[in-house]
């Protein structure tokens, strides 16, 4: 438990303190005619939500190509697998997934068969670097509308925003005011409360450099020497160092053993998070936050479903509004995979109904399809209204690069 000034609630009743949390659930600038255009309609089915406990009407179970031997599935490092989802594709298929965390997925070759949660930026690096195989498999159907034109192998199957996110428990225990907006952010006293994973290393961070050039423009790279100037924090180091330094981290440390099923290194000896193993110690005490952390965080909106209590209907955590850039998460076959077939199978989970229904109600990702509004993706992941969409191009290898270099000059830590 955190012990002072936690607050709980769910995403839909923050709205009433007139924070600007989760907006409404247009589609987002520059996308046009979407998968996301009304994907938090209401289902009239209730589902068993795994993590959370919820349960409800039995929705259709996976149905996927079996066969057997291991799965190597990799994953962005600081983006652990549910645990459910796991179960459900291992029961499902007769396959073993083994989870790899990766900084890359060009890191991933030779270690991994398929990747998971890469945003479009990623998936054209990675495709780039040749990575990725030229087509996806054919047994393999995509979700409508959703391919990406470079990467053609890479499969869409959910939606994690990037946001600017605040630990509710910190500014409750200070009684200090949360920014609403970018604009309160980036204010003298406010700006030092933010921690921003290196742009250079960590997507959460490029991902913020490509907001703030979309919505800045020709001022962004003078927007960001301000923010540095101010006392903004650049986290370099591994992914569990970006999280310590936020003063939600520890708390999101100790509900991830519940939620996820962490990596072992290189993808070996991977252990279940549900036997309350873990690849690094839990911390003694969650509510004394490491030193030096930030009460405000640039994350991914599914942090607010890992800062969530043990129902998984309330969370410690809030997007500020104004500040989010829509991301579609994509998953692909690997080159050099050892496990096609295995692979496929595990594509096939991500992509067919009753997976998009598992990872909404696991709050993994919002799904592409229609979301459970009682449940973790409909709670906490519904995109702000304000959300930033990119045009084909801004996602560029070579253009990202150049984004980033306004960042290189502000102090590290």
């Not at 998936?123 to 470079?150: F, H, I, S, W």
């Not at 907006?181 to 921690?195: I, T, V, Y």
């Not at 936020?246 to 962490?262: I, K, N, Q």
């Not at 989970?349 to 399809?369: E, F, N, Y």
Request: glycine share 12%; net charge negative; proline share 6%.
């Amino acid at each position: 438990m955190r012990t002072s000034g936690t607050i709980r609630v769910r995403a839909i009743a923050l709205l009433a303190t007139g924070a600007a949390l989760l907006g409404g659930c247009t589609p987002a600038a520059g996308q046009g005619a979407s998968p996301f255009d009304d994907p938090f309609a209401a289902q009239s089915a209730r589902v068993d939500t795994g993590e959370s406990g919820q349960s409800g009407a039995a929705e259709a179970a996976l149905s996927l190509p079996r066969g057997s031997g291991q799965v190597r599935v990799a994953h962005p490092l600081g983006h652990p697998l549910p645990a459910s989802f796991v179960s459900a594709f291992e029961d499902a298929s007769g396959y073993t997934l083994v989870p790899v965390a990766v900084a890359s997925a060009a890191d991933a070759r030779g270690r991994a068969d398929v990747m998971v949660g890469m945003d479009d930026a990623d998936t054209l690096a990675a495709a780039a670097d040749g990575a990725l195989p030229g087509t996806a498999p054919q047994d393999v159907t995509p979700v409508k509308d959703t391919e990406l034109a470079g990467a053609p192998a890479a499969l869409a199957y959910g939606r994690d925003d990037v946001c600017a996110v605040a630990d509710l428990s910190w500014f409750s225990a200070n009684g200090a005011a949360m920014p609403t907006n970018l604009d309160e952010l980036a204010q003298s006293d406010r700006a030092g409360l933010l921690a921003v994973p290196d742009p250079e290393h960590f997507a959460e961070g490029r991902a913020f450099a490509q907001y703030l050039a979309k919505v800045k423009g020709e001022e962004a790279a003078a927007f960001v020497a301000d923010l540095g100037a101010k006392g903004v924090r650049i986290v370099q180091g591994d992914a569990d160092r970006a999280l310590d330094a936020w003063t939600g981290g520890a708390y999101v440390r100790t509900r991830d053993t519940h939620w996820a099923l962490a990596a072992g290194d290189g993808g070996e000896g991977a252990q279940s998070a549900q036997s309350g193993s873990r690849t690094h110690p839990v911390v003694e005490d969650p509510s004394i936050p490491a030193e030096g952390s930030r009460p405000i965080i640039v994350g991914t909106q599914s942090l607010l479903v890992r800062a969530g209590d043990a129902s998984g209907a309330q969370t410690t955590a809030a997007v500020i509004g104004g500040t989010c850039l829509a991301r579609t998460l994509r998953a692909s076959l690997l080159e050099g995979a050892s496990n096609t077939a295995g692979a496929t199978s595990f594509l096939t989970a991500l992509t067919q109904d009753a997976g998009q229904a598992l990872i909404g109600r696991t709050g993994w990702a919002a799904p592409l399809a229609q979301v459970d509004a009682e449940s973790p993706a409909g709670w906490f992941l519904a995109p702000t209204a304000d959300a930033a969409g990119l045009e084909a191009g801004e996602n560029d290898p070579k253009t990202v690069a150049g984004l980033i270099e306004a960042w290189k000059a502000l102090p590290r830590s």
